[in-house]
């Protein structure tokens, strides 16, 4: 039974040929259940939405009765001299495509791509990016509806959000209700869109921006025409797998997934290779050392170790974290972090913030992709010695936080002592609210000169905010955490070496009814993040236990079905609160192990 080369199936071919295998053949995918990639759907759904209430006029092509159904309904609409069709189903031998919104008057068609990508009309480089992701998408689209009109004039266009415009709806987001419908495949899942708005609104709202590409195909036809012949052929009858060379590409192969015992893409590519407990593929900053195919030529050969690395390649470059993988076998600690430690000011402040931004803003005046800060958590340790003491805020209203956000910030952790971060984005969320302060005229003197005191930029390093992710990253290595510094890695790590009493009882004593300590079979702590309650939303079971499990609680607790439940809201509060309080009490945990291995003076220059 011959198979349909479809718009999604050639996005991945283009990736890695052999993939296109694996999909016909419905291998899992760590997109199956991931958090983010689902988060991301769920807004391009809206974004589709949104799109098609701009083309009132639009018949919608489903799918209930299957895609030869969807293929013959579409050809028939298209006999019409005007027409437009949502998801229209065009088909050429073994090409299939869906087109988002095709707008045909007499002779002309206008395909209209809609994506929920990030787009600045007023910052070419995001657009470039934005291009250059779905221009072969498009491309596609093209070609296969030229085959089947070759006659017709066809004018293909790009629908985004625009982050140079400002909605004029409040709510906008909690104006689409989703529906996710189970498929016949456990894994699969479809999406339905329901808008409980005013119309006319969303019509005079203009957030969206129409971008035609046509000139911009032309370079990239040719090529593609020979891979869409390639792809085809493979997939005639039954799949059959185009041969690849394994690379350092391999690493972000979506099909490395193991599913009870079920297939694994990655693992039938590299065989036993796939087996190696310190793989190459873990080593920090990989595609920098492999810009010259050297690491790849080492797959090549077999030699997928760490050890297989030359050291002459990755001394002295990206922190040498690379060079520690290679080198050392045990946790290493250089003594700049113990500078960094002894120049820190008491009171210290452990922050950490929680924040969302969606393609479809909350509220009226915000642009899309604009940043909410609805949730913060601060340990502070007064002098050396003290035990900390937590404070927290979080936004539980349907209106804009970002002021008494910061406003709250101000109060708690005042203009005296060091204030620790994980990573820039803590800084990166100040200059976001000081900036919204001109943006909504906001007046008030005191936060703004708190601001000017705290908030780094190109030109102004204030000295307040101390990134232990950049100590992590240049000055800290531990094995376990294989290259990574993320503070979802170093802390397991931590907690794996650490015989510390003291962070034993920092997470005993958590608080809140939860004891977040935990010993193995091997004598380690536990990972504390595992022991953070699931909590069930509208479609299933959210982990609030990342970034992306808080932003997906926000939007139900604030927007989804169950915003009116009080009940229900309490606990989203309590679980938000809870993660967002582990993650401050995570840098205290690893602040301290440092101060450990500092007093043991097992340190390195």
Not at 114 to 129: L, P
Not at 434 to 444: F, G, I, S
Not at 522 to 527: A, D, P, R, T
Request: hydrophobic share 35%; with cysteine; aromatic share 10%.
């Amino acid at each position: 039974m011959s198979q349909y080369l479809t718009k999604s199936d050639l996005k991945v071919a283009m990736t890695c040929a052999t993939k296109l295998y694996y999909k016909k053949k419905s291998y899992p995918t760590n997109a199956e259940g991931n958090e983010y990639m689902q988060l991301l759907a769920e807004g391009g759904y809206m974004v589709g939405k949104l799109a098609q209430l701009h083309y009132p006029e639009g018949i919608l092509i489903g799918n209930e009765n299957g895609t030869n159904y969807a293929i013959e309904e579409t050809r028939k609409l298209l006999e019409r001299e005007n027409v437009t069709l949502f998801e229209a189903a065009i088909c050429i031998g073994q090409k299939l495509v869906r087109i988002d919104i095709l707008k045909k008057e007499g002779n002309v068609f206008d395909l209209i791509e809609v994506k929920s990508k990030t787009w600045d009309s007023n910052n070419v480089k995001t657009q470039k990016k934005v291009y250059e992701s779905v221009i072969h998408d498009i491309c596609y689209q093209v070609m296969v509806l030229e085959e089947a009109y070759p006659a017709a004039i066809i004018k293909p266009h790009l629908l985004v959000p625009d982050k140079a415009k400002n909605t004029t709806i409040d709510s906008l987001n909690s104006l689409f209700s989703l529906n996710i419908k189970q498929g016949k495949i456990p894994s699969s899942k479809s999406y339905e869109v329901n808008f409980i708005g005013d119309l006319s609104d969303i019509q005079n709202d203009d957030i969206l921006t129409l971008y035609e590409i046509q000139e911009d195909l032309s370079p990239v036809k040719e090529p593609m025409a020979e891979m869409i012949d390639i792809f085809i052929e493979h997939i005639k009858e039954e799949p059959v797998k185009i041969p690849v060379q394994i690379s350092t590409k391999c690493k972000k192969c979506e099909f490395k997934v193991d599913e009870n015992g079920g297939p694994n893409g990655f693992k039938e590519c590299w065989g036993a290779l796939a087996e190696a407990t310190e793989s190459v593929l873990d080593l920090n900053n990989l595609g920098n050392f492999d810009k010259k195919g050297e690491i790849s030529a080492l797959i090549a050969n077999n030699q997928v170790a760490l050890q297989n690395v030359p050291v002459s390649l990755v001394e002295n470059k990206y922190a040498n974290r690379a060079y520690h993988q290679i080198t050392k076998s045990t946790e290493w600690l250089n003594s700049q972090v113990g500078e960094a430690i002894e120049n820190a000011e008491f009171p210290l402040h452990f922050i950490d913030f929680e924040t969302s931004r969606m393609a479809l803003p909350y509220h009226k005046g915000m642009r899309p992709y604009e940043n909410i800060a609805f949730q913060w958590s601060c340990h502070t340790i007064e002098n050396p010695g003290a035990e900390p003491v937590h404070n927290e805020w979080i936004n539980t209203q349907d209106s804009f936080p970002n002021f008494k956000f910061a406003e709250s910030l101000m109060d708690c952790i005042g203009k005296e002592g060091t204030v620790l971060i994980w990573s820039p984005h803590e800084n990166t969320i100040l200059k976001d609210i000081l900036w919204q302060m001109d943006k909504y005229n906001y007046e008030n003197r005191e936060l703004r000169n708190w601001f000017a005191k705290i908030v780094n930029t190109k030109d102004v390093n204030n000295g307040r905010l101390l990134d232990m992710h950049l100590l992590a990253r240049d000055f800290y290595y531990h094995p376990y955490m294989k290259g990574k510094t993320s503070i979802k890695v170093p802390l397991p790590a931590v907690l794996k070496s650490t015989r510390s009493e003291k962070i034993s009882s920092l997470l005993a004593n958590f608080g809140d009814e939860l004891n977040l300590f935990s010993i193995n079979g091997n004598g380690e702590i536990e990972n504390p993040y595992r022991f953070l309650p699931q909590l069930k939303f509208s479609d299933g079971k959210i982990n609030v236990n990342d970034g992306t499990g808080a932003m997906r609680a926000y939007q139900e607790m604030l927007y989804g079905v169950s915003k009116n439940n009080v009940e229900l809201k309490a606990e989203w509060t309590k679980a938000l609160l809870r993660y967002c309080k582990l993650d401050t009490l995570a840098m205290i945990i690893i602040w301290e192990h440092w101060n450990d291995i500092l007093a043991s003076n097992l340190v390195e220059n």
